[in-house]
Structure formats: C-alpha cells, structure tokens
T-cell receptor
C-alpha cells in the first residue's frame, strides 16, 4: 500500500533563513507524482510544487524546491528565505497513476512557524 | 487564472439531514475528486470521478455518500443522512491532462449538530 510519512509535527525557522520539511514515501508503482501543498489558517490548500517519479531534475518554483532522492524515497521541501507569511501547515502528498484513479495520499502535515 | 470553486463556504446542519456540497472544477479538467479533512487531521480521499462515473472510492465513502456531475460544469457531493462525525472540511479537486497538477477548491466547512 502507498504511504506518505511526515515525521515533523512542528518546525520553527527564523525569518530569512532556509528550512527543510521532510517527507518520505512508500510505493511499489514505478510511476507516481509527489506534491507539496500549503494550508494557511484560513484552510485552503495551495499547490506549491510537483515532482514526477521520472523527472531527472529536482523541481523548483520560486523560493520552493523539492529535494527528490528516489533511492531513499524522500521528497523534502526546501523553503529558502523564509517569510512570516510562510507560517502554515505543509502537506506532502503522493499521486497514484491516473490509470489507478490519480488520487492523492497525504501525510500528516508539518506546522511551520516563522519567527521574526 | 482558472480556479476550482466551492459553495457554500460553511454549512451547518442537524444530524440526519441531507446536505449537498457543490463544486465547479476547472473547465477543461477531466478528473474530479472529493477529499475531507477532520479538524486537526490529515486530508483523506473520498472519491474520484472520471468519464461520468466513479473511478475509485474509499472506505469512508459509504452508501450515505453520492456524487454527481449533473451538467458540464458542476460536481456535487451529497450526504444523505449526516452524522456528527461527518463534521469536517470537504475539498473538491480537479486535474487535467497535465500530469503534475491537482488543484483544490477553497473547501466547504460542514458542521453537523
């Protein structure tokens, strides 16, 4: 069965510093996708970044990058130059192949607090 | 920029009542999903919908739940007889052919009293 694990319930980071949020996954499918979402206190789920299992390069989107280590089955999110507005819950998710429905399986989340 | 919309944003209902949660996915998307998030917990998959039929449903999605795509734009989740434990945030999501996307709506917070 597919599984996503986020082992850090809460993280603190100083404003302007970088922070890494951990995510490990388990699947026997060779084709999968990995997502990170941000959930601020208002509740919406904001898509941040995506990494496909066959992508050779690590994904980057502005201040977000995904440290994809396939052999270790990890997909850590790196946020550079943290801002106060980055304080939120962060969820890692794995997408099944579309021919299996394409649903997302979520981790438990990490609550990030950015200190001024 | 296209977005997934959901109505209502908050619904309060009494136990045993029927509720319909509505979603308008992104217009050219083909795959539709409902997820729920009980307060303080992770997001859980409920059901996926493709080509006008359910493609997968979770154990949570029992006989009291149903989904419909009554026209070309709306995607609804119906809970026939709500229970206290149905209180949660319900998210609709949609995906297109582009492999690396699944966009969520803002959610409907359902409170069952």
């Amino acid at each position: 069965a597919q599984k996503i694990t986020q082992t850090q319930p809460g993280m603190f980071v100083q404003e302007k510093e970088a922070v890494t949020l951990d995510c490990t996954y388990d699947t026997s499918d060779p084709s999968y996708g990995l997502f990170w979402y941000k959930q601020p206190s208002s509740g919406e789920m904001i898509f941040l970044i995506y990494q496909g299992s066959y992508d050779q390069q690590n994904a980057t989107e502005g201040r977000y990058s995904l440290n994809f280590q396939k052999a270790r089955k990890s997909a850590n999110l790196v946020i550079s130059a943290s801002q106060l507005g980055d304080s939120a819950m962060y969820f890692c998710a794995m997408r099944e192949p579309y021919n299996q429905g394409g649903k997302l399986i979520f981790g438990q989340g990490t609550e990030l607090s950015v200190k001024p | 920029e296209p977005e997934v919309t959901q109505t209502p944003s908050h619904q309060v209902t009494q136990m045993g009542q029927e509720v319909i949660l509505r979603c308008v996915p992104i217009s050219n998307h083909l795959y539709f999903y409902w997820y729920r998030q009980i307060l303080g917990q992770k997001v859980e998959f409920l059901v996926s919908f493709y080509n006008n039929e359910i493609s997968e449903k979770s154990e949570i999605f029992d006989d009291q739940f149903s989904v419909e795509r009554p026209d070309g734009s709306n995607f609804t989740l119906k809970i026939r007889s709500t229970k206290l434990e149905d209180s949660a945030m319900y998210f609709c999501a949609s995906s297109g052919q582009t492999i690396g996307e699944q966009y969520f709506g803002p959610g409907t917070r359902l409170t069952v009293t």
